[in-house]
């Protein structure tokens, strides 16, 4: 009986070992797949140098207008790239007059904290009017916060993604480029969508080349001109100004 037992015991031995080294190998193959990210590019990374109307405050960066505002944008940044890659889009949108409030996702992945927003919002009470933007992915769970928290957004605004959730379309603004098929591909509403002739879906963003992205017919610069105008309009419909 004793001889039974022990060999019950190594046998579990055994198997806890394996557990553990199984663990050990999905643990190790996670942080190599979020490790491999998109950086930002140097044009990206020089808008914090040279500005001091942007701010960082844990994991948000913050984008100031010269003139205070009711109006914020939270941006959800794109799977596996870095926000930073961000900065050129949102500086642009924030001389609109619009605050933009940059989050620094989980191993760069919104899937990580699709409801960071919530506590954005509750660190900025004098904001009146919040508006969920992103990218890609970040597009996608900034598209599910909206759904799910339609009381505390007056808007969204999606870069190479679509509508994920119930959402209504007329309070969305879809972006995306007209050689990023995919995203077209899944649009199944009407309202509020602006295609860019010449746009792929990497150049929202200043962080290079994306694997499987087509290469974009037009500049990154005039791809992001473009959008901001897009948002700047739809910005004032939604409040009529």
């Not at 055994?14 to 050990?24: D, E, F, N, R």
């Not at 001389?95 to 919002?121: K, R, Y």
């Not at 309009?233 to 009529?240: D, E, N, S, V």
Request: net charge negative.
């Amino acid at each position: 009986m004793k001889a039974k037992g022990l060999s019950r015991r190594k046998k579990w031995l055994v198997a806890g070992g394996m557990l553990l080294l199984i663990l050990a190998i999905l643990a190790g193959v996670f942080f190599w797949y979020v490790s491999d990210y998109y950086r930002a590019e140097d044009i990206a990374l020089q808008v914090m140098a040279r500005d001091s109307g942007i701010t960082v405050q844990e994991n948000l960066t913050i984008l100031s207008p010269a003139a205070p505002t009711d109006t914020a944008i939270i941006f959800y940044p794109g799977a596996k790239v870095e926000a930073e890659a961000y900065l050129p889009l949102l500086d642009q949108i924030r001389q609109t007059g619009v605050s933009c409030i940059l989050v620094h996702m989980p191993f760069h992945m919104a899937i990580f904290d699709a409801d960071a927003a919530e506590d954005v919002i509750a660190q900025f009470p004098k904001i009146q009017h919040w508006y969920m933007a992103g990218h890609s992915m970040g597009g996608a769970m900034a598209s599910k916060f909206a759904s799910d928290h339609p009381d505390l957004v007056d808007g969204l605004i999606l870069m190479g993604a679509y509508i994920y959730g119930d959402y209504p379309d007329e309070k969305a603004l879809t972006i995306y480029g007209s050689l990023n098929q995919s995203v077209e591909d899944h649009i199944d509403y009407t309202q509020n969508i602006v295609e860019i002739e010449g746009g792929n879906h990497a150049q929202f963003g200043n962080y290079g080349p994306q694997k499987g992205d087509l290469p974009a017919t037009i500049s990154a610069q005039e791809q992001q001109k473009q959008t901001v105008e897009a948002i700047e309009a739809f910005l004032t419909q939604q409040t009529g100004e």
